[in-house]
């Protein structure tokens, strides 16, 4: 059984930074690409970050410059650090697991809740 567990969500300081976690379970997690989306009430989800197998990361312009995402193999782990966050921020936010055998193979997190608020 696959599984997706993200941690570290929660209320968040404007101007403040948040750190997510998603650990695997039931995959091979070494050759799949992983990344986080977001999605906002009443708004489609997007994407937040994405890392390759090899280790490539890929930001979309709004979080270029302050998100970093990260994965450890050894630990089925791929992580955000997000700063300067605003209320625009505040989203649940999901941990993504893909690979293309034959078609499109992926796996989704429950989701963590981020708020950003004072």
């Known amino acids: 059984q696959v599984q997706l567990v993200e941690s570290g969500g929660g209320l968040v300081q404007p101007g403040g930074s948040l750190r997510l976690s998603c650990v695997a379970s039931g995959i091979n997690f070494n050759i799949y690409d992983m990344g986080w989306y977001r999605q906002a009430p009443g708004k489609e989800r997007e994407l937040v970050a994405t890392i390759t197998s090899s280790g490539v990361a890929k930001y979309p312009d709004y979080v270029e410059g302050r998100g970093t995402i990260s994965r450890d193999n050894n630990k089925k782990a791929v992580n955000l650090q997000m700063n300067s966050l605003q209320s625009e921020d505040t989203a649940v936010y999901y941990c993504?697991?893909?690979?293309?055998?034959?078609?499109?193979?992926?796996?989704w997190g429950q989701g963590a809740q981020v708020t950003v608020s004072s």
């Open positions: 993504n697991a893909n690979r293309y055998d034959r078609g499109w193979i992926d796996y």
